[in-house]
């Protein structure tokens, strides 16, 4: 039994393949047209102040993810944050790039965090299942 930790990080480029908690085989891929990132009116308003730094952008975000497996759906949201990297190219010259993540805040129903053993007894495979309706 061991958790994929690069699955359970804070933030992603790319969201991983989570576990499905319904069928426990199958992993969530976002669905085609359903992400929806939008930037908050404060943060809107702050392109204003002088200083301002794409850094300083707050935008939300809101999916589907849909199981590879069975089909089944599960909801997520957060937001999503830019990072700015500076740098000195190869020809010495001053470069910069822009990162943007996703920050989930939450999956419903959420994805397994690590694989239910086979022999594990009943009731506990029903106790960590139980987060599907809770
Ligand atoms: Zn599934």
Redesign the pocket.
């Known amino acids: 039994m061991t958790i994929n930790r690069k699955h359970f990080k804070t933030r992603f480029e790319r969201l991983p393949a989570w576990v ?9 891929q976002m669905v085609h047209d359903t992400l929806n990132i939008l930037e908050t009116g404060p943060s809107k308003t702050a392109h204003s102040l002088d200083g301002w730094d794409v850094e300083w952008i707050e935008e939300r975000f809101c999916a589907l993810l849909k ?6 759906l599960a909801s997520i949201s957060g937001s999503r944050e830019h990072d700015l990297h500076q740098y000195m190219d190869m020809l010495g010259e001053f470069a910069s790039d822009i990162t943007n993540s996703l920050k989930p805040h939450s999956i419903q129903p959420p994805p397994l965090v690590f694989p239910i053993p086979n022999k594990a007894p009943d009731n506990l495979k029903e106790a960590l299942l139980r987060v599907r309706t809770h």
């Not at 499905?20 to 969530?28: N, P, R, V, W, Y």
């Open positions: 499905c908690s319904a069928c426990q085989t199958g992993t969530l199981c590879s497996d069975c089909s089944d």
